[in-house]
């Protein structure tokens, strides 16, 4: 047997970004306590993860990132969680290890399913290294972690196994991107939220539209007069989702700077025809408001503005801040092309 938080597991430059599923269901909850008074005999021994901190990892990214990273990987995962749907498991039945104390959640195959497209879309993300994958993936919940090698014996397997609780049944609809912090005082894991991430499309998302705006054209977009109405008609436009181009590299600026030239003066060839470049993938606009010690995360959002006044961006907790009047154009036209 062995302490959980041994040095070889033990991180040296935490916190590390995780992908989780909080494990608040009252069954589940009830299920976890009703083992408490034996792990309390082992005193300061185990480390009991008290009801906020249960949790299942979906993926965890084990070494720093930088906080573009972050963004990228949490918007990734995201995006991947759409293709997802909410996972209904059995909690149980406990299993007693070398170095914690575990519950098994079955069936195995949704939870894989989610881990897989997590783990692919935050592979995706420059810089970012994953542990190997194993043969197969083993889903489960942390019940107590050993903080000696002496709590594993005969005695605390058979008690264990003896308490037997129903089985609790729960449904995980949302992942949540945390600061995951190992807290070897405590001896167990606590974190700090990012962002919240649906398992797949809403109803409120699949009414209203996924607007995706930017494009390798979009300076003449901005430069073109409003395709119908007066300029100065209020639109407010529900979004599925707000997907737009990341702000343009100084290659992607030089053409089109030179696409604007050439269209003006067709004879302006003297540098020659820059390479064309690559256009990043859109990227979903996120509310960014501090929530507790994590940021909102919402991606469900109305616009707000017309042809001639900025963006006012509104979530739909009621946090709002203001974009530009580009991005109101752009909106507009991918909302509602020109009849």
């Not at 290890?97 to 959640?105: C, D, F, H, L, N």
């Not at 489960?140 to 037997?164: C, G, K, M, Q, W």
């Not at 449904?171 to 167990?188: C, E, K, P, S």
Request: charged fraction near 20%; glycine fraction near 6%.
């Amino acid at each position: 047997m062995e302490s959980f938080f041994s040095q070889k597991r033990t991180w040296a430059n935490g916190p590390y970004l995780h992908f989780i599923a909080v494990l608040d269901d009252p069954a589940y909850v009830a299920f976890t306590q009703a083992h408490h008074d034996l792990l309390a005999d082992y005193g300061d021994r185990v480390g009991i993860v008290p009801a906020p901190w249960l949790h299942w990892t979906a993926q965890g990214v084990h070494h720093q990132l930088a906080e573009d990273q972050v963004e990228r990987a949490v918007r990734a995962a995201r995006e991947a969680a759409r293709q997802a749907a909410p996972a209904t498991v059995t909690m149980g039945p406990v299993w007693p290890g070398p170095s914690a104390v575990t519950v098994a959640m079955y069936p195995e195959e949704p939870l894989a399913e989610i881990n897989a497209l997590v783990r692919n879309a935050v592979s995706t993300v420059p810089g970012v290294q994953l542990r190997e994958a194993g043969d197969r993936y083993w889903p489960h919940s942390t019940l107590a972690y050993y903080r000696s090698p002496s709590v594993h014996d005969a005695d605390f397997n058979r008690r264990l196994r003896n308490i037997r609780p129903q089985r609790a049944e729960i449904t995980i609809r949302r992942l949540l991107a945390v600061y995951m912090h190992q807290d070897l005082n405590l001896g167990y894991y606590t974190w700090t939220p990012i962002a919240e991430i649906p398992l797949g499309v809403t109803a409120a998302d699949a009414a209203a539209p996924e607007v995706v705006c930017g494009a390798p054209e979009s300076t003449a977009t901005y430069r073109s007069a409003p395709p119908w109405g007066d300029p100065d008609a209020e639109y407010e436009i529900e979004v599925g989702r707000l997907a737009v181009q990341p702000p343009l590299s100084d290659e992607q600026v030089r053409y089109e700077s030179f696409v604007s030239r050439a269209l003006d003066d067709s004879t302006y060839f003297d540098d020659g025809e820059p390479p064309l470049p690559k256009w990043p993938d859109p990227v979903t606009t996120a509310c960014e408001r501090p929530v507790g010690d994590g940021a909102c995360g919402s991606t469900r959002l109305r616009v707000r503005g017309s042809w001639t006044r900025p963006a006012v961006i509104i979530c739909e907790h009621g946090h709002s801040w203001t974009d530009t009047v580009e991005t109101m154009r752009e909106v507009i036209l991918a909302a509602e092309p020109a009849q």
